[in-house]
């Protein structure tokens, strides 16, 4: 019945099949007031394909370097920087392509650098026509979004810049990547009024002028170093930096502080060594080597989920994030910041200083009390030796005397 209603309706010439297909009715004007309805058949859809009603037809392929071999035709690869093996992929694609001069058509978002697709979109000689379209470029052409409110909704500038922006950020050189520092983030931690009365131990990176001078508070529990404070203050003289390393000193129970004496950092250290003790106080010179170290361990401790730190701080995410591992003419490896963040790194810096103050664990001074030999009046008898009477370092110590 449909078959001859659309042709008495002057449909174009299709097939009985073709009309008796599933689809649906569309009706068109072919002017001077008059119309004419066609019948347009649906596409068949299959687990892996969709062929059309005029015989073409798209055949979905697993993201594999062997899956596109043997096929011909023109070729999308969707979101390629995301593709593992994307160069084997390519080398498979481009065969297949190449045969009846079809085309490779390739959309994605970066994904860092050093991958084929970055290479595809930056290589000065490139034979593909190359077109971007960035969120500030999807707004010109109508598309109703407030950048900066979109900015703001996504929290994080290096996300903002590679997923809106389309920005190659070399996340491959990051010393600690996004992922991981935001599986480290705790909405608990960085709270000081969550302290359970623990152990503690302090990274403090000394500044300045103009960079940040910081202290990291982190208590260990249940064999989790979690944060219980950041402070960060900017040029602040260093009798003012004394006086929150006191505060935190009184307020928490520390078992080691890990202080930069790198240059303007031998006073500090010094001071801090006189007034806390040598034993619980210890300075670092940064340089190659040690700045590796550093860095090595609060590595692994995130890693393994050994650190918890503030969560949602976009600050703090650039500055853990900011260092960069480079590798110099020489072949040696270096960490670099890369000097987009609000400081030199310095949050990084104190949180891996304040990792490698846990790395020792406290021991306390064991010792049993014995008491001087005394007569039944309490005093000392003429035979006994007089032992000197000393206080010991460690928590909860109580007056005594060496055995």
């Given at each position: 019945?449909?078959?001859?209603?659309?042709?008495?309706?002057?449909?174009?010439?299709?097939?009985?099949?073709?009309?008796?297909?599933?689809?649906?009715?569309?009706?068109?004007?072919?002017?001077?007031?008059?119309s004419v309805t066609d019948w347009i058949p649906e596409a068949k859809v299959k687990a892996r394909n969709?062929?059309?009603?005029?015989?073409?037809?798209?055949?979905?392929?697993?993201?594999?370097?062997g899956a596109a071999r043997g096929f011909g035709g023109n070729i999308l690869l969707d979101?390629?920087?995301?593709?593992?093996?994307?160069?084997?992929?390519?080398?498979?694609?481009?065969?297949?392509?190449?045969?009846?001069?079809?085309?490779?058509?390739?959309?994605?978002?970066?994904?860092?650098?050093?991958?084929?697709?970055?290479?595809?979109?930056?290589?000065?000689?490139?034979?593909?026509?190359?077109?971007?379209?960035?969120?500030?470029?999807?707004?010109?052409?109508?598309?109703?979004?407030?950048?900066?409110?979109?900015?703001?909704?996504?929290?994080?500038?290096?996300?903002?810049?590679?997923?809106?922006?389309?920005?190659?950020?070399?996340?491959?050189?990051?010393?600690?990547?996004?992922?991981?520092?935001?599986?480290?983030?705790?909405?608990?931690?960085?709270?000081?009024?969550?302290?359970?009365?623990?152990?503690?131990?302090?990274?403090?990176?000394?500044?300045?002028?103009?960079?940040?001078?910081?202290?990291?508070?982190?208590?260990?529990?249940?064999?989790?170093?979690?944060?219980?404070?950041?402070?960060?203050?900017?040029?602040?003289?260093?009798?003012?930096?004394?006086?929150?390393?006191?505060?935190?000193?009184?307020?928490?129970?520390?078992?080691?502080?890990?202080?930069?004496?790198?240059?303007?950092?031998?006073?500090?250290?010094?001071?801090?060594?006189?007034?806390?003790?040598?034993?619980?106080?210890?300075?670092?010179?940064?340089?190659?080597?040690?700045?590796?170290?550093?860095?090595?361990?609060?590595?692994?401790?995130?890693?393994?989920?050994?650190?918890?730190?503030?969560?949602?701080?976009?600050?703090?995410?650039?500055?853990?994030?900011?260092?960069?591992?480079?590798?110099?003419?020489?072949?040696?490896?270096?960490?670099?910041?890369?000097?987009?963040?609000?400081?030199?790194?310095?949050?990084?810096?104190?949180?891996?200083?304040?990792?490698?103050?846990?790395?020792?664990?406290?021991?306390?001074?064991?010792?049993?009390?014995?008491?001087?030999?005394?007569?039944?009046?309490?005093?000392?008898?003429?035979?006994?030796?007089?032992?000197?009477?000393?206080?010991?370092?460690?928590?909860?110590?109580?007056?005594?005397?060496?055995?």
């Open positions: 019945a449909a078959y001859k209603h659309l042709r008495n309706a002057g449909t174009p010439e299709l097939t009985e099949e073709e009309y008796t297909a599933p689809g649906y009715e569309r009706t068109r004007s072919t002017g001077e007031g008059k969709v062929v059309f009603p005029g015989g073409s037809r798209v055949t979905a392929l697993s993201a594999s370097p979101e390629f920087a995301f593709h593992q093996d994307q160069r084997l992929i390519w080398a498979a694609a481009i065969p297949v392509a190449a045969r009846g001069g079809h085309k490779v058509r390739v959309i994605s978002t970066p994904n860092g650098k050093g991958n084929k697709f970055h290479q595809i979109m930056t290589d000065a000689d490139s034979e593909f026509s190359r077109h971007i379209v960035d969120l500030p470029t999807a707004v010109a052409q109508g598309l109703d979004i407030d950048v900066e409110q979109m900015r703001r909704v996504v929290g994080d500038d290096e996300i903002f810049n590679q997923e809106f922006m389309l920005l190659f950020i070399e996340e491959g050189s990051a010393w600690l990547p996004f992922d991981l520092v935001v599986a480290c983030e705790d909405p608990k931690a960085g709270i000081p009024l969550r302290y359970s009365n623990g152990l503690t131990y302090v990274g403090v990176d000394i500044a300045t002028r103009n960079d940040l001078f910081v202290i990291w508070v982190m208590e260990l529990e249940d064999g989790r170093l979690i944060t219980r404070e950041v402070i960060a203050e900017r040029k602040l003289k260093f009798s003012e930096q004394d006086r929150l390393l006191d505060s935190v000193m009184t307020r928490y129970r520390v078992a080691r502080v890990v202080m930069d004496q790198t240059g303007m950092g031998e006073k500090p250290v010094e001071d801090a060594k006189r007034r806390y003790g040598e034993e619980r106080v210890q300075g670092i010179q940064f340089s190659v080597q040690s700045k590796l170290h550093l860095a090595t361990g609060l590595k692994d401790t995130m890693q393994r989920r050994g650190a918890l730190i503030p969560a949602n701080d976009r600050l703090l995410r650039a500055d853990l994030h900011a260092i960069k591992s480079v590798t110099g003419a020489t072949g040696i490896r270096r960490l670099v910041a890369n000097g987009e963040t609000d400081g030199h790194a310095d949050r990084f810096w104190a949180l891996a200083m304040a990792v490698e103050a846990a790395s020792v664990e406290y021991q306390p001074v064991l010792y049993i009390p014995v008491r001087p030999g005394l007569d039944q009046n309490g005093l000392i008898t003429s035979g006994a030796i007089a032992r000197p009477i000393k206080t010991t370092a460690g928590f909860g110590t109580k007056r005594g005397v060496w055995g």
